[in-house]
């Protein structure tokens, strides 16, 4: 059986610590300010967390694009050469048009190289939430599954990945296109603070509104208490877009009122927080299925 590469993409917000710890490996979109692209790297080497988002408080309007075909054909080739099959996990196919992509250039790989298998996974989520599925197929390869059986395990759970957000303002959000709420929710928010999910179909869905910043961060904690399962040992992740200080005081909480998690914390990636905006906060982890909600 060949060796199985496990791929994700900037979307997935997996810090290098995570990566490196489950030999994850990831694919790089690009931001676009005022034209210019620059890749959407998970370890920040082009700019900093605070000057993305400074420049998005500022006002400025940054756009991503997904990943290009030639990041694609690069990498799939030259894993497929290397003797990998290769298990791509991408962003939600209802946010990004990478899984597609992908795809698209495994077939044209797979013609190249025969004995290859290439798939691409819609991860039914981003930020976090796809890379919880990525460290899921990391731990499925490393119990030996092939590259088939890795696909054939998560299909079913990918809707037990719990995704809480609370944002100050839906304005990136919106101007994205990137979160389903109704005109009223839109219309209503002065002095509330929003609560985002990522539902069954992949969507990010505006499901409450609570009152005030720490109200909101304790509903954070509440949700992901009532709906995670064996926490015990379970990876926990709190990501920020720049508000470092509220994630700590997030993660702390979260081990207060559910013992035995690993909470880790880290940084909203370019790709999600040029959508998102500034000082958002975020809690991933694994639990009920999200088919409970109805929005």
């Known amino acids: 059986m060949r060796t199985v590469k496990i791929v994700t993409d900037s979307c997935s917000d997996l810090p290098k610590a995570l990566r490196d710890r489950f030999n994850i490996d990831y694919l790089q979109m690009n931001t676009v300010k005022d034209g210019v692209e620059t890749k959407a790297s998970l370890d920040w080497e082009y700019y900093s967390p605070k000057e993305l988002y400074d420049t998005i408080r500022d006002g400025n309007r940054v756009t991503t694009t997904q990943v290009p075909a030639p990041e694609f054909e690069k990498h799939f080739r030259e894993w497929a050469k290397e003797g990998f099959d290769i298990v791509y996990i991408a962003c939600s196919g209802k946010l990004s048009g990478s899984v597609n992509t992908g795809k698209v250039v495994a077939d044209q790989i797979m013609q190249e190289v025969p004995e290859a298998k290439i798939f691409s996974v819609d991860s039914l989520n981003a930020c976090c939430g796809e890379g919880l599925v990525a460290i899921r197929a990391a731990e499925f390869r490393d119990e030996g599954l092939s590259a088939e059986e890795i696909v054939k395990k998560l299909e079913p759970i990918r809707n037990n990945v719990n995704q809480y957000v609370t944002v100050h303002n839906l304005k990136a959000l919106k101007a994205a296109g990137r979160v389903t709420a109704s ?80 909470v880790c914390i880290g940084y909203i990636g370019p790709i999600i927080g040029a959508s998102i905006g500034a000082d958002a906060l975020g809690v991933f982890s694994w639990g009920k299925n999200v088919d409970r909600f109805t929005v």
């Open 183 to 262: 005109s009223a929710f839109f219309g209503n928010l002065l002095g509330v603070k929003p609560i985002l999910i990522s539902d069954k179909e992949g969507y990010n869905v505006a499901i409450k509104k609570v009152k005030g910043r720490f109200n909101s961060i304790q509903e954070l904690v509440d949700l992901t208490a009532e709906s995670i399962e064996n926490p015990d040992g379970q990876i926990v992740m709190v990501v920020h877009s720049d508000c470092e200080d509220e994630a700590k005081e997030l993660a702390k909480l979260l081990e207060e009122k559910i013992p035995g998690i690993e």
